[in-house]
């Protein structure tokens, strides 16, 4: 896949204006930057992907390389990417962190996910519009006591798009120790407005599949 922008709308309930001013924000991006060279990370420890993703050109791939790492702390990113690894059996991500306390996790208070993107503002968000933002390839071993991936869109004027977690694996997935069904413990959690797709992903243990949170009426995230 390369990293040309597309604009994608599926069961838009949107007006016809909020659309149209969406439009207008993506044709002012400019295609120039549409083939933009992949970075290799040096290794999958923390450190080095929190760099690569820190200093990455926004709506670039960035290939994580085969290894096993155990994170303490989760990596976090704000501009759209592509986040590429070598496959579930070769790009291996443990936990490293402490559980939250199980009050936390129910009150959607628990913050240790392995990986969290977030729209930093309106004007971050609508330069993410015109790229792919691509999760793939990674293996995520939870250890039975973290939480998976998490996208937070605070903007509620417009949607993110092209947004695809693909060809993922969650093992050892977390249930905040209640062998329950409480969407605050999820495998993949989206906070706010989105359109993509989540496709092709293995779950493993107790997972909460996914978390999807309305920040605003007008859209359904995808």
């Known amino acids: 896949m390369n990293d040309c922008p597309y604009f994608f709308e599926s069961n838009d309930l949107s007006s016809a204006s909020s659309r149209a001013s969406r439009s207008e924000r993506f044709s002012e991006n400019s295609f120039s930057n549409c083939f933009i060279s992949a970075s290799f990370c ?93 999760i793939t390839g990674i293996r995520f071993d939870m250890q039975y006591q973290a939480l998976g991936i998490k996208l937070r869109n605070t903007v509620t004027t417009f949607p993110l798009t092209n947004i695809i977690i693909d060809n993922n694996s969650f093992v050892n997935c977390w249930d905040c120790d209640t062998a329950s069904t409480l969407s605050s413990s999820p495998a993949i959690d989206l906070l706010g407005r989105f359109y993509g797709v989540i496709h092709s992903n293995s779950f493993y243990g107790f997972p909460i599949l996914l978390s999807l949170i309305h920040i605003s009426e007008p859209t359904r995230p995808y």
């Open 42 to 134: 040096a290794s999958l420890s923390r450190a080095d992907v929190q760099g690569c993703l820190t200093n990455a050109e926004r709506g670039s791939t960035v290939i994580l390389p085969s290894g096993i790492e155990t994170w303490s702390e989760k990596v976090t990113y704000n501009k759209a990417l592509i986040i590429q690894g070598q496959g579930t059996s070769n790009t291996i991500i443990k936990n490293g962190q402490s559980k939250c306390s199980l009050s936390d996790c129910e009150n959607f208070r628990c913050s240790t996910f392995m990986l969290e993107y977030t729209a930093p503002n309106e004007a971050g968000a609508t330069a993410d519009l015109a790229y792919t933002h691509r």
